[in-house]
């Protein structure tokens, strides 16, 4: 079957075309990029695109879709149908569900539910200890077998460097990075917000950016001394980001990723213990929310990733310094990234690529273009749009945002995955 996206506006940053376009898909893969008005033959379904862009589809390397072990945060059903809503077509889900993805059988769970849900497609990540202890390895030989593309105890941090060391000697093996929540444990001790004026005006503990500081050059160490490849998850400092941009120009293989909620907020936004903000990494200062900014433009950070991380109503109604970390982030991160758009932090072409072909790159995903042949996953979003998120729009199980409320910018309109629409907005 033959469908036509007709009208629309393409920007792929992975061939550099920026133009109007009609895609033409069969069997979903990209057949042609035809230019407006070209007669096309035999098409089935016709889509208007008129006055949107289409884009390949966003791909996000950082999901908690939570099974199994919490289905009451989120089922890996929901958290696909967030995620088509916010325009992602793939995600990577983290392994500390519970039981922990550190078995194939768990991994084979996940992509069995994936399956069923025949949503956004599902890349688990498998832990790189066992019990995210950091103590013993993983069986990550079965693991990669079994399909897990890459290795993390997201949420934890490797601690012990000798382990971290033969996790990415290991991982190497199999061409794939380890992925690394990178906080010193011993410095951030269970401290609830960004250490700084705000957490003294509060009353509260503190996590000292130098606790993300000083593992972000450990693990940069030991990738340069194993060769092997290291991701950086959602990172939040400007001294983190400097040790990052040395060790690129050094050639050490590291890339990173960067979160909407750190190039938007910072620990001010906190207010009066406002627990929709409390995350891990914590909100932090001006300065570190402008460096984020500021690699996001010059290709220090490689990716933009949601750390969709949904939590039940219980566990954030409650004092902050008890309230779990994390916010929902895949219905957002399109409109808040466009944000930098619109104020001309980023390009349009930049902020597509940081969605799409970026982070495939980075952990060798076959997605992220639109050019012939490739797997038709489809982004379809209006840049002039205007609404306000609210609960009504949050296809995921948890509400747990602090952009209830916001007026954004841009909207998207459709996701298909391989040729297939699952979802459209009115």
């Known amino acids: 079957m033959r469908t036509l996206i007709a009208k629309s506006r393409v920007i792929d940053p992975a061939s550099g075309l920026d133009e109007p376009r009609d895609i033409l898909i069969e069997d979903g893969r990209i057949l042609d990029l035809v230019r407006p008005g070209e007669k096309v033959a035999d098409v089935a379904e016709r889509i208007d695109a008129k006055g949107c862009i289409a884009t ?19 089922t890996i059903a929901t958290g696909c149908m967030a995620a088509v809503s916010g325009g992602f077509t793939s995600v990577c889900s983290m392994a ?16 069995a539910k ?3 849900a025949d949503l956004a497609r599902v890349y688990p990540m498998a832990a790189v200890t066992k019990g995210l202890a950091g103590e013993s390895l993983t ?24 382990v971290m060391r033969n996790a990415l000697v290991y991982a190497n093996s199999f061409g794939v990075p380890v992925s690394v929540h990178a906080i010193d444990e011993h410095l951030a001790g269970d401290a609830p917000m960004n250490s700084g004026f705000h957490s003294m005006r509060l009353g509260l503990r503190g996590v000292p950016a130098a606790a993300e500081d000083t593992m972000v050059a450990r693990d940069v160490v030991l990738s340069a001394l194993t060769g092997a490849r290291l991701h950086i998850q959602h990172i939040s400092t400007k001294g983190a980001i400097e040790i990052v941009r040395m060790a690129k120009a050094r050639g050490v293989p590291v890339t990173c990723e960067a979160a909407p909620h750190h190039f938007m907020l ?13 995350m891990a990494p914590p909100l932090r200062g001006v300065d570190d929310r402008e460096a984020v900014r500021e690699a996001l433009a010059d ?7 949601t750390d969709h991380a949904p939590h039940e109503k219980l566990v954030k109604d409650c004092e902050f310094e008890k309230a779990a970390n994390g916010i929902i982030g895949l219905e957002t991160a399109f409109s808040l990234t466009w944000e930098l758009v619109e104020a001309g932090v980023i390009s349009e072409m930049r902020a597509i690529e940081l969605l799409t072909v970026a982070p495939c790159k980075a952990f060798n995903l076959p997605h992220g273009t639109l050019t012939k042949g490739a797997l038709a996953d489809i982004t379809i979003f209006d840049p002039k749009a205007t609404y306000t998120f609210t609960t009504d729009r949050i296809y995921s199980l948890s509400k747990n945002s602090p952009f ?14 391989g040729g297939r629409t699952v979802f459209a907005r009115d």
């Open 139 to 162: 069986e990550m030989g079965e693991l990669y077998e079994h399909g897990v593309i890459g290795f993390t105890d997201d949420g934890r941090c490797v601690m012990n460097a000798a």
């Open 96 to 111: 500390n569900t519970n039981p922990v993805n550190d078995h194939s059988s768990v991994t084979a769970l996940i992509l």
């Open 266 to 278: 910072i620990d001010e936004d906190v207010g009066e213990y406002d627990t929709n903000f409390k």
């Open 114 to 116: 994936a399956k069923e």
């Open 404 to 417: 209830i409320g916001r007026a954004m910018k841009a909207d998207v309109k459709r996701t298909l995955v």
């Open 299 to 305: 290709g220090t950070i490689d990716a933009i990733a």
């Open 56 to 74: 390949p589809g966003f791909v996000d390397l950082h999901v908690h879709l939570r099974e199994p072990g919490y289905e009451q945060k989120e």
